[in-house]
C-alpha cells in the first residue's frame, strides 16, 4: 500500500563525506573522485533499476555526464566544512508500473527542482515491498558558463515544506491518472485527525530483523517498532473506527486484503493481528459495498458514507442559496481588462452569479486568465477572497463576505471536501471550486469532485 515518505539531508565534508562517491553509491556506478584520487564502485550494487540526470534549460554539456559533474561541484567548493549537495529521497507507490514510477519522479523533479535552477541526478531503486528515488540535488543554480552562488534560500524550513506537499500531490495525481484511488499525506497524522502513533522507519528489511548479528542501533530500532506496532493494534482494538478512519483516508473502499495490508505493520504478533482484524471487520461501522468487476468484496466505513450524504445535502442547500453575486457592470468592467473567449466569459459568469457554491472544470491554458478576472470582481464588489488554506484555520476565519477560492479541487478527497463546505456553510460564506479538466479526463478513478460537478457544476 502506498505510504509517504520523504527525507532531505545534506551531503556535508564537515561529516567526511563525499558528493562524488554519494553519486556513485546511488547511482550503482564507479565513479572516479579527483578530489582524493580513488575511484568508488558500486557497478555491482543491485536493485537500481533506472538512474538519470535532468539539467534546466541551457546547462552546459558536462552536466549530464555523472562524473564530471560532481567532480566540478566538489573541485568548486573550497571550505574543509562545504555542504557539497542535498538529497532527498522520496518512497514511490506500489501501486504504479515500473514506467509510472519514473514518471512520476521526473514530473516532481522537473517542476520543484529543475524549474527553480537545480541539476538532479536521480535514481529509483525498484525493491518489491519498497520501491524508491534517491535524488541528488546541486545548491547552487547553474547557467550556461557554469555554476553560480549557493542559493540560500532552498534551504529554508518553508521551502523543505512546500517541497513536501508538492510529492503528495504529484504522487495523488499520478495514482488517479493510473486508476488507482489510494492516497498519500504529508501531514503528521495528528494533523490527519488519526489516532494512532506512527511507525520507526528501520532501514533494514523484514528477512534480517531476526538477526542476532544486527548492530545495536537497529536493534533499538526494530524493539521500538515493535512496541509501536502493540501498542497501535491495542488502540484498534479498543476502537476498530481507528483503523477504518485511518485506512478510508488513504483509500475510500478497500477490500481484505487492503484492510490485511494496513493492519500488519500495525500489529506486534500474528496473534493481535488476528484480534485486530477479527474486530475490524465485526465492527458495526464497517460497511459492506457491491463487488468488484473481479467479483472481489469491497467495503467503507459508515463515516464515509455518511460524508457523501452530508455532501450532497449540503452542496443543494448552498447552490440554492442567494446571494454572493456580482453586479452586471461589476462583471463587465472585469472583463474589460481580461482577454476571455466565449467559454471563459460564460464560466466567468457561473462563477460571479449568485449561488454559494459553484463548481467547474477549465482547461490548464484558460484558467489564469479566468482566475483573475474573478478575483477582480468579487474585490471589486467588496468580497474578501481567500484561499483552501483559510478553512484549516476554522470556520472563525471567513465571513459572510468571503469568497473560498479553492482550486485543484479534482485532487481533494471526499472527507476533505465535505470538512471545506462545512466550514463555508458555517460562516455562510462562497464556495468555488476550479478543477482541472485535462486531470479529470486522465484520471481512471472519479474523485469527489465530479459529485459536484454534477450537483453545482456549470449548466
Known amino acids: 500500500m502506498a505510504i509517504y515518505h520523504l527525507t532531505a539531508n545534506i551531503i556535508s565534508r564537515a561529516r567526511g563525506q563525499s558528493v562524488v562517491a554519494a553519486a ?197 530500532r526494530i524493539a521500538e517498532q515493535r512496541r509501536i506496532a502493540k501498542q497501535n493494534g491495542e488502540t484498534i482494538l479498543e476502537d476498530p473506527t481507528v483503523a477504518l478512519r485511518a485506512l478510508t483516508h488513504q483509500r475510500p473502499t478497500f477490500t481484505h486484503q487492503d484492510l490485511a495490508q494496513f493492519l500488519r505493520p500495525r500489529t506486534e504478533s500474528a496473534a493481535q493481528f488476528d484480534a485486530v482484524f477479527l474486530a475490524v471487520t465485526q465492527s458495526k461501522d464497517l460497511v459492506a459495498l457491491d463487488p468488484d468487476e473481479g467479483g472481489q468484496g469491497r467495503f467503507t466505513s459508515r463515516d464515509m458514507i455518511e460524508a457523501k450524504r452530508s455532501l450532497v445535502r449540503r452542496t443543494a442547500s448552498m447552490a440554492a442559496r442567494r446571494g454572493h453575486g456580482v453586479a452586471s457592470e461589476v462583471q463587465n468592467d472585469a472583463l474589460a481588462q481580461f482577454s476571455l473567449n466565449d467559454t471563459g466569459r460564460g464560466a466567468f459568469e457561473y462563477l460571479v452569479n449568485e449561488g454559494d457554491v459553484k463548481a467547474i472544470a477549465v482547461t490548464d491554458g484558460a484558467k489564469a486568465a479566468l482566475l483573475a478576472a474573478a478575483r477582480q470582481a468579487w474585490n471589486a464588489a467588496g468580497f474578501s477572497v481567500r484561499g483552501a488554506e483559510e478553512c484549516q484555520q476554522g470556520h472563525d476565519s471567513l465571513t459572510s463576505e468571503t469568497v473560498l477560492l479553492v482550486d485543484g479541487a479534482q485532487m481533494i478527497g471526499l472527507k476533505e471536501l465535505e470538512r471545506l463546505l462545512a466550514v463555508a456553510d458555517k460562516a455562510r460564506a462562497k464556495v468555488a471550486l476550479i478543477g482541472d479538466a485535462d486531470q479529470l479526463l486522465a484520471m481512471r478513478v472519479e474523485p469527489p469532485f465530479q459529485e459536484l460537478l454534477r450537483l453545482a457544476g456549470q449548466r
Not at 64 to 69: A, G, T
Not at 153 to 177: D, F, I, M, P
Not at 199 to 214: F, N, P
Open 24 to 220: 556513485a553509491y546511488r547511482s550503482g556506478a564507479a565513479l572516479r573522485d579527483e578530489r582524493y584520487g580513488v575511484t568508488h564502485n558500486y557497478a555491482g550494487k543491485r536493485g537500481v533499476v533506472h538512474s538519470e540526470i535532468m539539467t534546466p534549460a541551457g546547462s552546459p554539456a558536462w552536466s549530464r555526464d555523472r562524473q564530471v559533474l560532481w567532480n566540478k561541484v566538489e573541485a568548486n567548493e573550497l571550505r574543509k566544512d562545504s555542504q557539497l549537495a542535498r538529497v532527498i529521497e522520496v518512497g514511490l507507490p506500489i501501486e504504479l508500473s515500473a514506467e509510472e514510477r519514473v514518471a512520476l519522479a521526473r514530473d516532481y523533479i522537473a517542476k520543484e527542482f529543475v524549474a527553480k535552477g537545480m541539476i538532479a541526478d536521480f535514481c529509483i531503486r525498484g525493491d518489491a515491498n519498497n520501491p524508491h528515488a534517491h535524488i541528488l540535488l546541486t545548491l547552487r543554480g547553474v547557467t550556461p558558463s557554469g555554476f553560480g552562488p549557493k542559493e540560500r534560500r532552498w534551504n529554508g524550513k518553508t521551502v523543505l515544506l512546500e517541497w513536501r506537499s508538492a510529492w503528495a500531490t504529484h504522487a495523488n495525481e499520478h495514482l488517479s491518472r493510473a486508476g488507482h484511488a489510494v492516497r498519500i499525506d504529508h501531514r503528521t497524522l495528528e494533523a490527519q485527525q488519526i489516532e494512532l502513533t506512527p511507525g520507526r522507519r528501520i532501514g533494514v528489511g523484514r528477512a534480517r530483523r531476526g538477526d542476532e548479528a544486527l548492530p545495536d542501533h537497529l536493534a533499538e
